[in-house]
C-alpha cells in the first residue's frame, strides 16, 4: 500500500507542475478576480513590441488602445510631493514601459466593458494582462493611476490600499486626470503639453522615438484631446 501511495504522489508531481504552468501563463481578466483565456477577438504581442502612449494609452500593430479601468496622470502633468513639483504622468508612463518592456510573457489584450470604461466617446477599450498579471491592476496598487469608478470592485480596494500608504500619486497632492484634461491645475504647476499634431491629420507622443526629429508648433495635452480633434496616431513608416 505505502508502494502504491508514493506512485501516486510521483505521478500526480508532474501533474500539478503542468496546472500551475497554465495558470501562470494564463492573462487574468481586470473586471473580476477569474483567470480565463483571452478572447478569440483580442490581441497578442510580445512585451517589448507594446508602445506606450501614455500611462493608460498602449499601440499594438498600429492600433490605439486604453487599457480599461484606470485613469493615469496626463503626460505632462504634475503632482506636488512634500513642497515640490514632480512629473507624475510621465512616471506613471515609464512604469507602464517597463511592466511590457520587462514582460516575462506575452501581452494579452481583449475588449473591455465599454459602458464602464468611463470615458467619452468611442475609444477602443481593452484588458490587457501579462501571464497572470494584470496590467491596470499592477498600476493602480503601484500608485501610478486612478480606478475608474464602478468599473471593478477589486480596482477600488486596491487604490485604497495605496491610498493608505500613500504610494505614489496619493503620497501628495494632485489634480485628477479627468479635471487636468479640461483644464484645472495646480497652484504652480507648470503643466506641459507633451503631443504634437503634423498638421495632416496624426499626432505623436513624446514617447515615441520619432518625437525628435518631428517639428510641429501644434501642441495638445493629451492622447484624449488629440482625438477629440480627429487625429490619427502617426503610423510607422511601410
Not at 20 to 41: E, F, K, N, R, Y
Not at 84 to 105: I, N, T, V
Not at 117 to 142: H, L, Q, W, Y
Amino acid at each position: 500500500m505505502k508502494r502504491v501511495t508514493r506512485l501516486i504522489i510521483l505521478l500526480a508531481i508532474p501533474a500539478l507542475i503542468a496546472i500551475g504552468l497554465h495558470w501562470h501563463s494564463a492573462p487574468v481578466h481586470a473586471a473580476d478576480t477569474t483567470s480565463q483565456q483571452a478572447d478569440p477577438a483580442g490581441l497578442e504581442a510580445r512585451g517589448r513590441d507594446v508602445q506606450v502612449i501614455d500611462g493608460d494609452t498602449i499601440l499594438i500593430a498600429g492600433q490605439v488602445l486604453d487599457i480599461a479601468g484606470m485613469d493615469a496622470p496626463e503626460l505632462g502633468q504634475q503632482c506636488l510631493h512634500n513642497g515640490s513639483f514632480w512629473d507624475c504622468g510621465m512616471s506613471s508612463a515609464m512604469q507602464l514601459r517597463k511592466y511590457f518592456a520587462m514582460a516575462p510573457f506575452d501581452v494579452h489584450c481583449w475588449p473591455g466593458d465599454q459602458e464602464r470604461a468611463g470615458k467619452a466617446g468611442d475609444f477602443p477599450i481593452v484588458e490587457c494582462g501579462i501571464g497572470e498579471r494584470d496590467v491596470a491592476a499592477a498600476m493602480i496598487s503601484d500608485g501610478e493611476a486612478l480606478p475608474i469608478a464602478g468599473y471593478s470592485h477589486r480596482y477600488d480596494r486596491l487604490s485604497r490600499d495605496a491610498d493608505n500608504a500613500g504610494i505614489g500619486i496619493h503620497g501628495g497632492d494632485m489634480i485628477a486626470p479627468s479635471d487636468w484634461r479640461v483644464g484645472k491645475r495646480l497652484d504652480g504647476e507648470t503643466g506641459r503639453c507633451l503631443f504634437i499634431a503634423d498638421g495632416k491629420g496624426n499626432y505623436l507622443s513624446t514617447l515615441d522615438p520619432r518625437f525628435a526629429d518631428f517639428a510641429s508648433d501644434t501642441k495638445i495635452c493629451s492622447d484624449e484631446e488629440a482625438r477629440d480633434m480627429n487625429l490619427n496616431y502617426l503610423p510607422p513608416s511601410p
